[in-house]
Protein backbone atom coordinates (compact mmCIF):
# COMPACT_ATOMS: atom_id res chain seq x y z
CA UNK A 1 0.00 0.00 0.00
CA UNK A 2 1.24 3.53 -0.79
CA UNK A 3 0.62 6.59 0.72
CA UNK A 4 0.01 10.12 -0.25
CA UNK A 5 -0.58 13.58 1.67
CA UNK A 6 -3.44 15.74 0.69
CA UNK A 7 -1.64 18.55 1.07
CA UNK A 8 -3.56 21.01 3.48
CA UNK A 9 -3.37 23.81 1.27
CA UNK A 10 -6.16 25.35 3.04
CA UNK A 11 -6.33 29.59 2.77
CA UNK A 12 -8.19 30.31 6.74
CA UNK A 13 -9.68 33.94 7.18
CA UNK A 14 -7.66 33.54 10.72
CA UNK A 15 -4.32 34.93 10.90
CA UNK A 16 -3.11 34.90 14.30
CA UNK A 17 -1.17 31.66 12.89
CA UNK A 18 0.97 31.48 10.33
CA UNK A 19 -0.35 29.14 8.25
CA UNK A 20 2.16 29.69 5.50
CA UNK A 21 5.01 28.15 7.66
CA UNK A 22 2.17 25.06 8.55
CA UNK A 23 2.25 24.41 4.95
CA UNK A 24 5.99 24.48 4.45
CA UNK A 25 6.06 22.28 7.58
CA UNK A 26 3.87 19.65 5.83
CA UNK A 27 5.29 19.47 2.71
CA UNK A 28 8.55 18.57 4.57
CA UNK A 29 7.31 15.92 6.75
CA UNK A 30 5.38 14.66 3.83
CA UNK A 31 9.18 14.45 2.13
CA UNK A 32 10.56 12.74 5.35
CA UNK A 33 7.56 10.17 5.09
CA UNK A 34 8.04 9.08 1.97
CA UNK A 35 4.30 10.62 1.73
CA UNK A 36 3.42 11.90 -2.08
CA UNK A 37 1.94 14.91 -2.09
CA UNK A 38 -1.60 15.69 -3.33
CA UNK A 39 -3.54 19.20 -3.78
CA UNK A 40 -7.27 19.64 -3.85
CA UNK A 41 -8.88 21.79 -6.72
CA UNK A 42 -11.41 24.31 -5.74
CA UNK A 43 -11.57 27.46 -7.72
CA UNK A 44 -13.97 29.09 -5.89
CA UNK A 45 -15.08 29.09 -2.29
CA UNK A 46 -18.11 27.27 -1.35
CA UNK A 47 -20.18 28.55 1.39
CA UNK A 48 -22.16 25.69 3.08
CA UNK A 49 -20.18 23.04 1.55
CA UNK A 50 -16.40 23.74 2.59
CA UNK A 51 -15.27 26.00 5.31
CA UNK A 52 -12.35 27.15 3.82
CA UNK A 53 -10.69 27.81 0.36
CA UNK A 54 -8.15 26.02 -1.63
CA UNK A 55 -4.59 27.47 -2.63
CA UNK A 56 -4.34 27.52 -7.02
CA UNK A 57 -3.37 23.32 -7.41
CA UNK A 58 -0.62 23.73 -10.03
CA UNK A 59 1.14 27.19 -8.21
CA UNK A 60 1.19 24.40 -4.58
CA UNK A 61 2.30 21.50 -6.23
CA UNK A 62 5.45 23.77 -8.02
CA UNK A 63 6.06 25.82 -4.40
CA UNK A 64 6.02 21.75 -3.18
CA UNK A 65 8.49 20.37 -5.91
CA UNK A 66 11.14 23.26 -5.51
CA UNK A 67 10.89 22.01 -1.51
CA UNK A 68 11.15 18.18 -1.99
CA UNK A 69 13.29 15.88 -4.54
CA UNK A 70 11.67 12.16 -4.35
CA UNK A 71 7.92 11.80 -3.79
CA UNK A 72 5.56 12.07 -7.07
CA UNK A 73 3.21 15.72 -6.89
CA UNK A 74 -0.16 15.32 -7.80
CA UNK A 75 -3.46 16.86 -8.52
CA UNK A 76 -6.07 15.19 -6.61
CA UNK A 77 -8.44 15.91 -8.93
CA UNK A 78 -7.88 18.96 -11.27
CA UNK A 79 -11.51 20.25 -12.46
CA UNK A 80 -10.76 20.06 -15.67
CA UNK A 81 -14.24 21.88 -17.46
CA UNK A 82 -12.73 24.87 -15.95
CA UNK A 83 -9.52 24.75 -17.64
CA UNK A 84 -7.98 25.86 -21.45
CA UNK A 85 -6.15 23.16 -22.75
CA UNK A 86 -3.11 24.91 -24.61
CA UNK A 87 -2.82 26.90 -20.78
CA UNK A 88 -3.09 23.68 -19.01
CA UNK A 89 -0.92 21.90 -21.35
CA UNK A 90 1.51 24.81 -20.94
CA UNK A 91 1.54 24.41 -16.91
CA UNK A 92 1.70 20.86 -16.62
CA UNK A 93 5.64 20.96 -18.79
CA UNK A 94 6.51 23.85 -16.61
CA UNK A 95 5.80 21.82 -13.41
CA UNK A 96 6.90 18.32 -15.20
CA UNK A 97 10.06 20.27 -15.82
CA UNK A 98 10.86 21.74 -12.99
CA UNK A 99 10.15 18.83 -10.67
CA UNK A 100 11.66 16.10 -12.90
CA UNK A 101 9.19 14.07 -14.26
CA UNK A 102 6.90 13.64 -10.59
CA UNK A 103 3.67 15.01 -11.69
CA UNK A 104 1.00 12.85 -11.62
CA UNK A 105 -2.13 13.99 -13.45
CA UNK A 106 -5.24 13.58 -11.36
CA UNK A 107 -8.44 14.89 -12.86
CA UNK A 108 -12.13 14.70 -12.66
CA UNK A 109 -15.17 16.72 -13.65
CA UNK A 110 -16.32 18.75 -10.65
CA UNK A 111 -19.00 19.57 -9.06
CA UNK A 112 -19.59 23.31 -8.20
CA UNK A 113 -21.73 25.16 -10.27
CA UNK A 114 -20.46 28.80 -10.11
CA UNK A 115 -16.99 27.46 -11.04
CA UNK A 116 -18.04 26.56 -14.64
CA UNK A 117 -20.13 30.07 -14.88
CA UNK A 118 -17.17 31.88 -13.78
CA UNK A 119 -15.29 30.65 -16.65
CA UNK A 120 -18.08 30.88 -19.84
CA UNK A 121 -18.77 27.01 -19.28
CA UNK A 122 -21.72 25.17 -17.64
CA UNK A 123 -22.31 22.33 -15.51
CA UNK A 124 -24.39 20.59 -18.03
CA UNK A 125 -21.05 20.14 -20.49
CA UNK A 126 -18.59 18.81 -17.69
CA UNK A 127 -18.65 15.28 -19.01
CA UNK A 128 -18.30 16.49 -22.75
CA UNK A 129 -16.01 18.94 -22.22
CA UNK A 130 -13.51 16.97 -19.83
CA UNK A 131 -12.93 14.42 -22.42
CA UNK A 132 -12.34 16.54 -25.00
CA UNK A 133 -10.08 18.83 -22.56
CA UNK A 134 -8.20 15.23 -22.16
CA UNK A 135 -7.73 14.18 -25.72
CA UNK A 136 -6.19 17.78 -26.63
CA UNK A 137 -3.69 18.09 -23.37
CA UNK A 138 -2.70 14.41 -24.10
CA UNK A 139 -1.85 15.43 -27.75
CA UNK A 140 -0.50 18.90 -26.51
CA UNK A 141 2.27 16.74 -24.14
CA UNK A 142 3.11 14.55 -26.76
CA UNK A 143 3.22 16.09 -30.20
CA UNK A 144 4.53 18.94 -32.25
CA UNK A 145 2.49 21.21 -33.97
CA UNK A 146 -1.10 20.51 -33.00
CA UNK A 147 -4.35 21.06 -34.26
CA UNK A 148 -7.24 20.74 -32.94
CA UNK A 149 -11.08 21.36 -33.67
CA UNK A 150 -13.42 20.03 -30.61
CA UNK A 151 -16.82 21.20 -29.99
CA UNK A 152 -15.71 23.26 -27.44
CA UNK A 153 -11.57 23.68 -28.15
CA UNK A 154 -9.92 24.73 -31.13
CA UNK A 155 -6.13 25.56 -31.60
CA UNK A 156 -3.85 25.65 -34.98
CA UNK A 157 -0.17 24.30 -35.22
CA UNK A 158 0.67 25.09 -31.36
CA UNK A 159 3.54 22.83 -29.41
CA UNK A 160 4.47 22.93 -26.03
CA UNK A 161 7.98 23.13 -24.79
CA UNK A 162 8.87 21.81 -22.57
CA UNK A 163 7.44 18.61 -22.88
CA UNK A 164 7.51 15.72 -20.16
CA UNK A 165 9.93 12.86 -21.45
CA UNK A 166 6.33 11.03 -21.47
CA UNK A 167 2.69 11.35 -21.19
CA UNK A 168 2.57 11.86 -17.14
CA UNK A 169 0.40 8.96 -15.45
CA UNK A 170 -3.61 10.00 -15.84
CA UNK A 171 -5.70 8.89 -13.03
CA UNK A 172 -9.44 9.97 -12.99
CA UNK A 173 -12.10 10.25 -10.09
CA UNK A 174 -15.78 8.92 -10.27
CA UNK A 175 -18.09 6.89 -8.84
CA UNK A 176 -20.66 7.00 -6.14
CA UNK A 177 -21.22 9.11 -3.34
CA UNK A 178 -23.48 9.46 -0.29
CA UNK A 179 -26.51 11.10 -1.30
CA UNK A 180 -26.18 14.96 -0.90
CA UNK A 181 -28.94 17.37 -2.09
CA UNK A 182 -25.96 20.14 -2.83
CA UNK A 183 -24.42 17.24 -5.57
CA UNK A 184 -25.66 17.02 -8.84
CA UNK A 185 -23.88 13.62 -8.45
CA UNK A 186 -25.78 10.24 -8.57
CA UNK A 187 -24.39 6.61 -7.27
CA UNK A 188 -22.80 4.89 -9.40
CA UNK A 189 -20.48 5.10 -12.33
CA UNK A 190 -21.86 6.74 -15.25
CA UNK A 191 -21.41 5.12 -18.65
CA UNK A 192 -18.65 8.05 -19.71
CA UNK A 193 -16.81 8.13 -16.55
CA UNK A 194 -16.61 4.57 -16.75
CA UNK A 195 -15.30 4.85 -20.14
CA UNK A 196 -12.50 7.48 -18.88
CA UNK A 197 -11.55 5.83 -16.35
CA UNK A 198 -11.03 2.62 -17.83
CA UNK A 199 -9.24 4.30 -20.77
CA UNK A 200 -6.21 5.75 -17.86
CA UNK A 201 -3.83 4.39 -15.53
CA UNK A 202 -5.43 4.64 -12.74
CA UNK A 203 -9.15 5.58 -10.92
CA UNK A 204 -9.82 7.41 -7.71
CA UNK A 205 -12.65 6.45 -5.72
CA UNK A 206 -14.57 9.33 -3.82
CA UNK A 207 -14.30 10.31 -0.62
CA UNK A 208 -17.43 11.14 0.10
CA UNK A 209 -18.37 7.54 -0.08
CA UNK A 210 -18.71 4.45 1.50
CA UNK A 211 -16.96 1.07 1.41
CA UNK A 212 -20.14 -0.59 0.60
CA UNK A 213 -20.38 1.99 -2.56
CA UNK A 214 -16.41 1.92 -3.59
CA UNK A 215 -16.21 -2.32 -3.41
CA UNK A 216 -19.13 -1.57 -6.24
CA UNK A 217 -17.73 0.71 -8.09
CA UNK A 218 -14.52 -1.28 -8.26
CA UNK A 219 -16.07 -4.46 -9.50
CA UNK A 220 -17.64 -2.66 -12.79
CA UNK A 221 -14.48 -0.63 -12.71
CA UNK A 222 -11.70 -3.85 -12.75
CA UNK A 223 -14.20 -5.39 -15.03
CA UNK A 224 -14.26 -3.35 -17.73
CA UNK A 225 -10.72 -2.83 -17.41
CA UNK A 226 -10.02 -6.43 -17.77
CA UNK A 227 -12.28 -6.81 -21.08
CA UNK A 228 -10.32 -4.09 -22.45
CA UNK A 229 -6.94 -4.60 -21.62
CA UNK A 230 -6.88 -8.56 -20.64
CA UNK A 231 -5.67 -7.44 -17.37
CA UNK A 232 -5.30 -5.08 -14.46
CA UNK A 233 -1.42 -4.65 -14.88
CA UNK A 234 -0.38 -1.00 -14.87
CA UNK A 235 -3.86 0.13 -13.82
CA UNK A 236 -3.87 1.47 -10.19
CA UNK A 237 -6.85 1.97 -7.64
CA UNK A 238 -6.08 5.02 -5.26
CA UNK A 239 -8.42 6.10 -2.97
CA UNK A 240 -8.41 9.74 -1.59
CA UNK A 241 -10.01 10.64 2.02
CA UNK A 242 -10.04 13.23 4.92
CA UNK A 243 -8.81 12.33 8.18
CA UNK A 244 -8.35 13.88 11.73
CA UNK A 245 -5.99 12.07 13.98
CA UNK A 246 -6.30 11.71 17.40
CA UNK A 247 -4.33 9.68 19.56
CA UNK A 248 -6.64 7.83 22.07
CA UNK A 249 -8.24 4.61 21.75
CA UNK A 250 -11.75 6.11 23.40
CA UNK A 251 -14.05 6.71 20.72
CA UNK A 252 -16.05 9.16 22.40
CA UNK A 253 -12.70 11.26 22.98
CA UNK A 254 -11.81 10.82 19.44
CA UNK A 255 -15.19 12.14 18.12
CA UNK A 256 -15.27 14.73 20.38
CA UNK A 257 -11.70 16.39 18.90
CA UNK A 258 -12.18 15.83 15.76
CA UNK A 259 -15.74 17.39 14.88
CA UNK A 260 -14.23 20.77 15.30
CA UNK A 261 -11.28 21.00 12.48
CA UNK A 262 -14.28 19.07 10.09
CA UNK A 263 -16.55 21.07 10.78
CA UNK A 264 -14.26 23.74 10.17
CA UNK A 265 -12.91 22.27 6.85
CA UNK A 266 -16.33 21.05 5.53
CA UNK A 267 -18.24 23.87 7.04
CA UNK A 268 -22.27 23.72 8.10
CA UNK A 269 -23.64 22.01 5.13
CA UNK A 270 -23.22 18.06 6.27
CA UNK A 271 -24.13 17.22 9.93
CA UNK A 272 -21.04 15.52 11.71
CA UNK A 273 -23.49 12.48 11.49
CA UNK A 274 -23.16 12.27 7.85
CA UNK A 275 -19.58 13.43 7.20
CA UNK A 276 -18.55 10.35 9.57
CA UNK A 277 -20.08 7.68 7.30
CA UNK A 278 -17.84 8.84 4.70
CA UNK A 279 -14.25 10.09 6.39
CA UNK A 280 -11.69 8.81 8.51
CA UNK A 281 -12.63 8.86 11.98
CA UNK A 282 -12.97 7.17 15.11
CA UNK A 283 -9.74 5.83 16.81
CA UNK A 284 -6.76 5.11 14.99
CA UNK A 285 -7.58 1.68 15.11
CA UNK A 286 -10.85 2.36 13.50
CA UNK A 287 -9.00 4.46 11.17
CA UNK A 288 -6.82 1.69 10.50
CA UNK A 289 -9.54 -0.92 10.50
CA UNK A 290 -11.80 0.78 7.72
CA UNK A 291 -8.47 1.28 5.46
CA UNK A 292 -7.40 -2.56 5.76
CA UNK A 293 -10.58 -3.10 4.42
CA UNK A 294 -10.38 -0.97 1.46
CA UNK A 295 -6.99 -2.55 0.77
CA UNK A 296 -8.73 -6.07 1.20
CA UNK A 297 -10.80 -4.79 -1.40
CA UNK A 298 -8.01 -3.80 -3.89
CA UNK A 299 -7.26 -0.30 -3.14
CA UNK A 300 -2.99 0.00 -3.43
CA UNK A 301 -3.03 3.80 -3.34
CA UNK A 302 -4.05 6.01 -0.25
CA UNK A 303 -4.31 10.12 -0.25
CA UNK A 304 -5.02 11.34 3.12
CA UNK A 305 -5.88 14.65 3.95
CA UNK A 306 -6.19 15.61 7.28
CA UNK A 307 -8.46 18.78 8.41
CA UNK A 308 -5.78 20.78 10.20
CA UNK A 309 -2.92 22.41 8.40
CA UNK A 310 -0.82 21.33 11.98
CA UNK A 311 2.00 19.47 10.62
CA UNK A 312 2.05 17.38 13.41
CA UNK A 313 -1.33 15.51 11.85
CA UNK A 314 1.13 14.32 8.96
CA UNK A 315 3.92 12.60 11.81
CA UNK A 316 0.55 11.23 13.28
CA UNK A 317 -0.47 9.45 10.15
CA UNK A 318 3.08 8.40 9.43
CA UNK A 319 2.84 6.62 12.89
CA UNK A 320 -0.71 5.92 13.96
CA UNK A 321 -2.19 5.00 10.66
CA UNK A 322 0.44 4.31 7.33
CA UNK A 323 2.83 2.14 9.27
CA UNK A 324 0.32 -0.61 10.79
CA UNK A 325 -1.42 -0.83 7.76
CA UNK A 326 1.81 -1.09 6.16
CA UNK A 327 2.23 -3.70 8.91
CA UNK A 328 -0.97 -5.63 8.65
CA UNK A 329 -0.10 -6.11 4.47
CA UNK A 330 3.78 -7.60 4.68
CA UNK A 331 4.11 -11.10 4.59
Keep these: MKFALWLPSYVYKDSSVDHRARLRDCISAAEEAGFDIWVIDHLLTAPGLYGVTWLEPINALTYA???????????????????????????????????EGRYIFGVGTGWYGPEYDATGSRIEERGARTDELLAAVRRLLTEDNVTFEGRFYRFKNVTIEPRPSSMPPVWVSGGGRVADVASPDSGGVAPRVLDRIAQADGWLSRSAADLEMITADWSEISAEVRRRRGTLDGFTFGHCNFIHVVPTEDEAEALRLQEPPFMET??????????????????????????????????????????????????????????????????
Design 65 to 99: AAMTKRVKLATGILVLPVRHPVILAKEIGTLDYLS
Design 266 to 331: MGSHRPFEQLRRSYLMGTPAQQVARLRALQDAGCEYLVLGPTSDDPRQVELIRDLIAAPVAAAAAP
